[in-house]
């Protein structure tokens, strides 16, 4: 479920305040494009969320609420109601309901902490969201938005072609 | 036989529809329903605009209204019928008596299902509820065994629906109070088992440990699949020997069966998992749906491990279907 070494290698390097310029702007798009997120997150918007992408050593730190997210590396987050931790292929892929959380729980791909309630809720509104992250994202390129799409399209479908024969 | 598949968001909803499921029942967002988690669940529009999405594809929609109501306040229930009758919803899974009678008066030309949360285990059992408030269909409880399903498929004066995969209770259903024991609330009223609030999971070292309110349920070993936090599912100390009391963490498939439930005549098969992904729901329907036009093309088509992924504790059982203890 891991991400190619290669493509490992190539992220680790990048800096941090690089990494927290896409994410954000990775949130922003998400956001804009499905406000009904925050109908089914109610009162947990302004929940701390520790996202832990174990494989490239990186946590993202999210409010909902505030529409923010920062970037640290390591993978212990001592400020957090909830941490969420997994491969960045699996968390990418439960974004888009391509896997089913409950199943990675199961089978040890993901862990939990924290207050399960704004974890759940955190859950189940993203999947009412379909998120389409090529889509998403490459909306935010203007005139440029088809193209970016579709590369993003192809790097996905390389890396779910590399994750294996799980995907929904 | 119509395969009844679960959605616990409109978009999952669409994704069972699409995946083949010949119906699909939801719930609203309280406790009126045996999955009232976080996030989850409809509001009167977003059921309103399911099933009209539903009724488009010829799939038909079915509301769970399926806990007892609180004492001082019916009028939430009552509500929640009334809104599924609104929303053009073709049926009404419910198990409390008091309001099956409000649905056959108010609402009479509304089915309604009988939840598997009434525990109907018996055809004279089912046969007074068809009698006294008109149902017409119960969905039979996880007690039975497969012949004593057939038994009861015989003599009921209504449709069957059994569960053929998913989620397993610990085989009290209506009537386990081992949730609310542990946390003050249950399925049964509250609409929850081992509510979320009171869920919590940690490492200690590589074991992971889950504990439901005060109490541990588990600790799995490093790349032992887990299960879910439930007491029923707890592994304990017994007699000096750590182990699963009750049950142990795994999901209920009896696919293997599904020529004995038609040859019955049951008249629908259920997938349990409003609470899942959208994954889960695409995929069991999808495979769930392959076996049955095997079925109806006379061939074998079996992908057991597909679904074990999917499973609790990535196991399978086949529950008391296939009955080997008194």
Partial sequence: ????????????????????????????????????????????ENRRFAIVATDLGLCFIVVPRSRRVSVQRGTSVPKADVRIAGSLLTLLSLAEGRLDGDAEFFARGLSIEGDMEAALALRNAMEDCRLDLPTDLGSAAGPLSRPVERGLSGIRSYLLSHGGDRWN | MELICPAGTPASFRDAVEAGADAVYCGFRDETNARNFPGLNFNAQELTEAATHARANGVSTLVAINTYMRAGAEEL??????????????????????????????????????????????????????????IKRVVLPRVLTVAEVGAICRKARCETEVFVFGGLCVMEEGRCSLSSYATGKSPNMDGVCSPASHVRYRQD??????????????????????????????????????????????SLDVLTHLEALARFGVSALKIEGRQRGRAYIAQVVREIRNRLDGLAAGEQREDGATLRKLSEGQRTTQGSYDKRWR
């Fill in chain 2, 205 to 250: 070292g590589s074991d992971m440990v889950s504990e439901l309110g005060d109490f541990t349920i588990n600790r799995f070993p490093k790349d032992e699949p887990t299960g879910y936090p439930t007491l029923c599912k707890g592994r304990f100390v017994a007699g000096g020997t750590a182990g699963y009391v009750f049950e142990d963490p795994a």
């Fill in chain 2, 77 to 134: 229930w009552y509500r929640a019928v009334d809104n599924a009758a609104t929303a053009g919803a073709d049926a009404i899974i419910v198990a409390d008596l008091g309001l099956l009678a409000y649905a056959a008066e108010r609402h009479p030309a509304l089915r309604r299902h009988l939840s598997v949360q009434a525990a109907a285990a018996n055809v004279e059992h089912i046969n007074f509820l068809v009698d006294a408030f008109g």
């Fill in chain 1, 1 to 44: 479920m891991d991400l190619p070494r290669f493509v490992r290698l190539l992220l680790r390097p990048m800096p941090v305040a690089a990494i927290q310029l896409v994410a954000q702007a990775s949130l922003d798009r998400v956001v804009a494009r499905h406000p009904q997120l925050f109908d089914r997150l109610r009162e947990y």
